[in-house]
């Protein structure tokens, strides 16, 4: 299994920004496709957006087209979502993953490895 560990999240007000990082120590991570997802209490977790290993890159939520973007840096092992103008609704624990099975790479089925999420919390 792919052990992977997210950091940057935190409370930012409205307009603000952070970055998100997906590292792992144990593994490449550029032998694998990525996804970041995000999930609020009561609902279903959902794809924001995904990096392959070609480094093609897709969203997968329409409401974060323009203000956030993926990238990875495989020297360092680490996936990135850079996340600007941020809203009040982007609040939720954000997970990033790894694919590990065939699939969309914006749908949960694909992945087989996840992080344990981190905090984003958007408010004044």
């Known amino acids: 299994h792919v052990q992977l560990v997210e950091s940057g999240g935190g409370l930012v007000q409205p307009g603000g920004s952070l970055r998100l990082s997906c590292a792992t120590s144990?593994?490449?991570?550029?032998?694998?496709?990525i996804g970041w997802f995000r999930q609020v209490p009561g609902k279903e977790r959902e794809g924001v957006s995904w990096?392959?290993?070609?480094?093609?890159?897709?969203y997968c939520a329409d409401s974060v087209k323009g203000r956030f973007t993926i990238s990875r840096d495989n020297a360092k092992d680490t996936v990135y979502l850079q996340m600007n103008s941020l809203k009040p609704e982007d609040t939720a624990v954000y997970y990033c993953?790894?694919?590990?099975?065939?699939?969309?790479?914006?749908?949960?089925?694909?992945?087989?490895?996840w992080g344990q999420g981190t905090q984003v919390t958007v408010s004044s």
């Open positions: 993953a790894a694919a590990t099975r065939s699939g969309s790479l914006c749908g949960r089925q694909a992945y087989g490895d």
């Open positions: 144990r593994f490449t991570l550029d032998n694998y496709n």
């Open positions: 990096i392959s290993r070609s480094d093609r890159w897709g």
